[in-house]
């Protein structure tokens, strides 16, 4: 009865979701303040229903109610309570569930709003929000229903939303249980921020097709929806870092990347929303790149879907893809529709959407900041084509031609190299007009101390003239960040009588967006060198050694010891731990313990590789196979990874960088101070 229950609230929330649609339309046709307010209050009755239909289903994981069939796929009685509710995202109708109880919390959070202000955005906002809502819980409805029970039908057990004639209710004795890689602590939330930045874009799409339906062509949607792009663009940065060190830590592969279709599928909608983080600030500062902005945000909600609709229709191989089902058409049409009816708005709004000013030079800061959209976009093809290719090919040559990851890093190298000089160079040159002689004046001073960085690398040993590059363009960016910010704490320093420091954390107070965006681009130039070392210095052997044995790779001395096998029945594992002892040129530096976990409950293994850390570098030790002879020994795959653990420390100071610039500020009536004809706030981020 629970789980019919369950169901019956998905039902109602559908129904509650299409009214507020059509509530909505009605009462914007007629002009029904009554209609519109009654379509507001509905979208805001789809969240408490949405939390009493994820707390029947979290009750069922928890209670192990394996007559439900999404309950009997993803735990078991071993799994301990914490990943019981977690896998409520583990499995593909929990996940979507999950998907819709969030949008429908974020919508909430919108039309909760005061609305005095711009009440013709209203309906249509709820009208866009809506449909997509009610899209995922149809998706649960008709064809992912997480609450199907299991009916035995002629000795045959099927999984079923209503009782088939002639079957009973069936309960299996226990769970197949969550895929082991799936149970690793990154899991845990490395899903809920991928999701959380997928389903905030839906709120500046909303806003930018209101926008377009009523005739707003001035900033004013973008404004409303600011602090939501920001939000959305860290949640989707997390989510995508906090992936990347799952698969580091689980997949026993060496790496943190792999260019997997469903990797890239989160990764598109990232490059669309950062290139519409960029360009805003244009049509905020200037009343430019008003086309680039609506865009940019239709291609993001449409990436959104996508990459949702690749995760969940299983329609491309992948570690992260979840069986075939009967949702990828459905996806695919939505996604079509919701493209057409937005590109069909678009040319309609165009001639209204020219901007305010003219670009008059091609130096010019907004200058390039339209180039860095274009190289962007630039990644976003090379990616799209990647994902799509294999399709094309299966259609009309019936096989999968699949590219890997050369493919994306020769093409993708060279752009990436791009931005980061524009990342150098934007930020000191000027809004309108800029020649190369006063950016020249400008560049100087930071490039003089970056040209010594990939000197000191090439003397500590690090000779590729790839990496050499990327060491320069990595210096430069930090040098001009602090070299602008220095000169802008100095200006306001002369003109308030302040002293230094007082004076740049005015400075930065005051202009959170710019000196946020500044902190960010520290973070990926600290993220690019981790990628640089791994990318172009990683080494790796593989070896099956005796008791005693070693191998060698890069100075390091990996000893075989022991290894060590016993079950955890309260877990439902059995581990099997490897010891080594770790020498570098001859010094004992301590053990490692690679190891792999058998769970019973889903018969699946997931390696956990021994890890010695520091900042030049990681010793990456993966335990492959094993005979309980000591003379055959075990065979082992090392991998020496340079300098990797700096993309971490990167993530780190990315996420303090992308707080600061979200933070609210404490006296939204502060305005920029210019001194001396130059605008010391706001700047290039702004």
Request: charged fraction near 15%.
């Amino acid at each position: 009865m629970l789980a019919d229950f369950g169901f019956g609230v998905l039902v109602v929330t559908f129904i509650v979701a299409l009214y507020s649609v059509f509530a909505a339309i009605i009462g914007e046709r007629k002009q029904s303040a009554q209609m519109v307010e009654s379509a507001r209050r509905a979208q805001l009755l789809t969240f408490p229903l949405l939390s009493l239909a994820a707390g029947v289903l979290i009750y069922l994981l928890v209670n192990n109610r394996f007559d439900v069939s999404f309950v009997y796929e993803v735990t078991s009685r071993s799994m301990p309570t914490y990943l019981k509710i977690t896998a409520w995202w583990g499995g593909q109708a929990g996940s979507l569930l999950f998907w819709a109880w969030l949008l429908s919390a974020f919508t909430s959070a919108v039309t909760l709003r005061k609305w005095e202000r711009d009440r013709e955005f209203l309906p249509w906002v709820i009208v866009v929000s809506s449909i997509t809502l009610a899209f995922f819980l149809s998706m649960n409805i008709f064809f992912e229903n997480p609450f199907a029970r299991f009916w035995q039908v002629a000795g045959n057990i099927e999984p079923a939303t209503f009782q088939p004639a002639g079957s009973f209710a069936f309960t299996p004795q226990d769970g197949r249980g969550l895929n082991p890689l799936l149970r690793h602590p990154g899991m845990v939330i490395h899903p809920p921020m991928l999701y959380l930045g997928f389903v905030s874009f839906v709120i500046p799409f909303a806003f930018a097709i209101a926008a377009l339906v009523t005739g707003r062509t001035d900033d004013r949607w973008t404004r409303l929806t600011r602090r939501w792009t920001l939000w959305a663009w860290l949640f989707l940065s997390l989510g995508l870092v906090l992936g990347g060190r799952w698969a580091y830590d689980v997949l026993g592969w060496g790496g943190y990347w792999g260019w997997d279709p469903v990797e890239i599928a989160a990764f598109m909608p990232w490059l669309t929303g950062t290139a519409f983080l960029h360009s805003v600030m244009i049509q905020e500062h200037k009343g430019m790149l008003k086309h680039w902005n609506m865009i940019l945000i239709v291609l993001t909600y449409s990436l959104v879907i996508f990459g949702t609709f690749l995760t969940r229709s299983g329609v491309l191989s992948s570690v992260h893809a979840f069986a075939q089902s009967a949702i990828g058409p459905m996806f695919f049409g939505f996604i079509g529709v919701t493209f057409i009816t937005s590109l069909a708005l678009l040319i309609w709004r165009w001639p209204e959407l020219q901007s305010e000013t003219e670009m008059k030079s091609m130096l010019s800061r907004e200058a390039f900041f339209l180039l860095n959209n274009l190289l962007f976009l630039s990644v976003l093809v090379v990616c799209f084509w990647g994902v799509i290719f294999p399709l094309i090919s299966e259609l009309f040559t019936g096989q999968k031609v699949t590219f890997g990851p050369p493919f994306y890093e020769r093409a993708n190298t060279p752009i990436f190299g791009a931005m980061m000089a524009l990342m150098g160079i934007a930020p000191l040159s000027a809004w309108g007009k800029s020649t190369l002689v006063t950016l020249g004046r400008a560049i100087w001073k930071p490039t003089i101390p970056a040209l010594f960085v990939p000197v000191l690398a090439y003397f500590t040993g690090y000779t590729n003239w790839v990496a050499l590059i990327g060491f320069f363009l990595v210096a430069f960016v930090v040098f001009v960040t602090l070299y602008d910010t220095f000169r802008s704490a100095r200006a306001r320093q002369h003109a308030q009588n302040e002293n230094f420091f007082t004076a740049l954390a005015r400075l930065a107070g005051r202009n959170r967006r710019r000196y946020g965006g500044y902190i960010i681009h520290i973070s990926m130039m600290l993220m690019a060198i981790g990628i640089m070392g791994i990318e172009v210095f990683q080494t790796q052997t593989q070896g099956t050694i005796a008791q005693g044995q070693s191998l060698q790779l890069d100075g390091y001395t990996i000893e075989y010891k022991d290894i060590a096998q016993w079950p955890d029945q309260a877990a439902g594992v059995q581990y099997t731990r490897a010891s080594v002892d770790i020498y570098k040129d001859g010094k004992y530096l301590g053990k490692l313990h690679p190891r792999i976990d058998f769970y019973f409950d889903s018969q699946q293994t997931m390696t956990i590789p021994g890890q010695r850390s520091t900042m030049k570098d990681d010793l990456y030790i993966i335990l492959v196979d094993w005979q309980p002879v000591s003379s055959i020994g075990a065979t082992f795959k090392i991998y020496h990874n340079p300098l990797v653990n700096w993309l971490w420390v990167g993530s780190i100071v990315f996420i303090i960088g992308m707080l600061f610039a979200a933070w609210p500020d404490k006296d939204p009536s502060l305005r920029p101070v210019r001194v001396n004809k130059r605008a010391v706030e706001p700047s290039a981020a702004d």
